[in-house]
């Protein structure tokens, strides 16, 4: 019998540090500013990115120092997947946390860090502003994002 790969056997709390880091499918969803309606505490995505996503590939421009250049940069671990609200629902340590499987487009699955992209879940081609660029809260605004999920199919 072959052995199953780890995301299927393991919780997020018995991870190693590789295995972790490979669990993110690189769709830079959450380098995405959110928006919260203080009435409803519903989040909303946002196509403006962080200052340091490279908008091309998705992935944080500078990962070894994000948390001195963006502050509020937040540091995933199985506690914050478990209570922030915002990880979008492809997200790779949400679905292995929830008990679900990774999606075919998962660079775990498919291989390919170019599936993420092809796929449509990535936010390549959807970024339409930096936070830099943006001088107002009200400026993000004109810059939600219409469909959180867009391609779903396993
Ligand atoms: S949303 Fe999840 S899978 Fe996507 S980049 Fe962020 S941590 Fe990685
Ligand atoms: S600092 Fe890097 S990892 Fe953090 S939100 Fe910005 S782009 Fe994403």
């Known amino acids: 019998m072959p052995k199953e790969p780890f995301w299927k056997t393991k919780t ?11 669990l993110c499918d690189g769709c830079g969803r959450c380098c995405l500013h959110k928006i919260e309606d203080e009435d409803t505490e519903e989040i909303y995505f946002t196509t403006v990115a962080c200052t340091l996503l490279d908008a091309g590939t998705c992935q944080c421009s500078d990962y070894v120092h994000r948390k ?14 478990r209570e922030v609200d915002w990880l979008p629902d492809t997200c790779g340590y949400r679905l292995i946390d929830e008990g679900k499987d990774l999606y075919w487009w998962h660079p775990l699955v498919s291989g ?11 936010v390549r081609g959807k970024v339409t502003a930096y936070d830099h660029d943006l001088k107002t809260d009200e400026d993000y605004f004109d810059h939600m994002m219409m469909a959180e999920s867009p391609s779903l199919e396993n």
């Open 112 to 122: 390919s860090m170019e599936t993420v992209h092809e796929a449509g879940i990535s």
């Open 12 to 22: 997020l709390d018995e991870l190693n540090r590789s295995e972790w880091e490979s």
């Open 68 to 81: 001195k250049k963006v502050p509020d940069c937040v540091f995933l671990t199985p506690e914050i997947v």
